[in-house]
């Protein structure tokens, strides 16, 4: 027997952050090496390196998305990659910025990015 489809919305993420602890960011499914959360910053991007590839799709929001040496504008709609280990944050963001974040593959991602 096949499973269910999963439907997750920005709002049912939305109202459970901040999380009790503070965070800003839940995760919503997971499944294999997926990982899918909401993240929502306010006022600054606290983000370290993470071990596996990651990739952003803005909801809502704008503002300067820096990756690695590289700094580009961002708005809603728009797709951002980050390999694994690559320092990387939203800066000069907006008050309603609202990304779906999906972590993917092996601690130390999947290998070169072209």
Same mark, same amino acid.
């Not at 929001?61 to 690695?68: N, S």
């Given at each position: 027997m096949a499973e269910a489809g999963m439907h997750l919305s920005v709002a049912q993420g939305l109202t459970q952050l901040p999380q009790p602890n503070g965070a800003r960011f839940v995760t919503l499914f997971e499944r294999g090496s997926i990982t899918v959360e909401l993240y929502a910053p306010r006022g600054h991007d606290p983000q370290q390196?993470?071990?596996r590839d990651e990739m952003y799709v803005v909801v809502s =929001?704008? =503002?300067?998305?820096?990756? =690695?040496g590289s700094r580009a504008p961002f708005s809603p709609g728009d797709f951002l990659f980050v390999p694994a280990g690559i320092v990387h944050r939203f800066e000069e963001f907006s008050d309603d910025l609202v990304v779906w974040v999906v972590f993917y593959g092996p601690e130390g991602g999947e290998g070169v990015f072209t």
């Open positions: 390196p993470h071990a =929001g704008r =503002g300067t998305f820096v990756c =690695g």
